[in-house]
């Protein structure tokens, strides 16, 4: 089932790639129409070319074109060579850890030859998603087709089954999960897939979480949930202040108040404590928390644990 839905995105790419290089645009929805596929699904093709490298730009609402003077035969590739490159890349990104690297420099060589990229981002180590886990295609069927799933899972040595909304395979710090809704409600839970020993795909359909990706860009780490509904107050001290002024550490994060010792005051919106404990403890001494109580006296009872159990 899956290699047929991957023989279909590959002829999309080509097909999209023909287009484009004969100097003509696409439009999303008669794309959508030929290939009896969803708009978004169109959209994703798209964006996945974009992602890859090829200058594909808006010309309008819903229609896209190459930049005036790309061509792919300028870079000396067929439409072939570029919808399996593409396709390929989508592949790589899902592996994670050094073989979507290798992939990222091997794609550049051939999009920019003799072209060293002044860039390098360091990213996280990890499990290699498509070799370690058996049931990433079907998950990902699953999600497309926005079909309930029922999911063994092997928690503290037990197995628990749940019947699931698959939403999303997401990455934290080198874990793969399966971020989904259980029991029809607002009740977000992370699986992790290598934790998932059986699924089955049932023909219950599911809607989509309306704020899903505002839900994902907001979280700092894999503790987070649909609501944040609670407020912490944290002081940063003046050594470390200059960070976080410019990265986000924490959900929502504003700064509230400037000191004028060079401290300042960080507000944040949480759901788990975990959202909040982990980078306070990473940025120990310099980062407090003010409120609420019952965080503050978590991260004083984890240092001194740390502080006991190394004497």
Not at 144 to 171: N, W
Not at 229 to 246: E, G, P
Not at 252 to 265: P, T
């Amino acid at each position: 089932m899956k290699t047929k839905s991957y023989d279909k995105k590959i002829f999309r790419l080509w097909s999209i790639l023909n287009k484009l290089d004969t100097g003509g645009q696409v439009f999303t929805a008669k794309l959508a129409k030929d290939f009896n596929v969803s708009i978004r699904s169109v959209q994703r093709d798209v964006e996945l070319l974009n992602m890859v490298g090829f200058p594909v730009v808006s010309c309008g609402k819903g229609c896209y074109g190459f930049i005036e003077g790309f061509s792919l035969k300028r870079i000396m590739m067929s439409e072939e060579d570029a919808s399996l490159i593409s396709f390929l890349y989508e592949i790589a990104k899902s592996l994670g850890g050094k073989f979507e690297n290798s992939f990222n420099g091997i794609l550049k060589k051939m999009l920019k030859p003799d072209i060293e990229s002044p860039f390098y981002v360091k990213m996280s180590g990890g499990m290699k998603l498509a070799e370690e886990f058996p049931f990433v295609s079907d998950i990902e069927s699953a999600i497309d087709e926005r079909k309930k799933m029922m999911i063994e899972y092997l928690s503290d040595r037990k197995k628990k089954k749940y019947t699931v909304d698959p939403l999303k395979i997401i990455y934290f710090e080198g874990f793969w999960y399966l971020l989904a809704n259980i029991d029809d409600k607002d009740n977000l839970r992370k699986f992790r897939l290598d934790m998932i020993e059986r699924i089955e795909i049932t023909n219950e359909e599911y809607s989509l979480l309306d704020n899903l990706k505002t839900v994902l860009d907001e979280s700092v780490n894999v503790w987070f949930e649909e609501k944040r509904n609670k407020k912490t107050v944290l002081r940063v001290d003046k050594q470390v202040a200059k960070y976080f002024k410019k990265k986000q550490y924490f959900p929502v994060q504003v700064i509230k108040k400037e000191n004028k010792d060079g401290s300042i005051v960080v507000e944040s919106s949480f759901s788990d404590d975990m959202e909040i404990i982990p980078t306070v403890l990473h940025w120990i001494p310099w980062v407090k928390v003010v409120s609420p109580k019952h965080v503050k006296s978590k991260v004083l009872s984890l240092v001194e644990e740390y502080a006991k159990a190394n004497k």
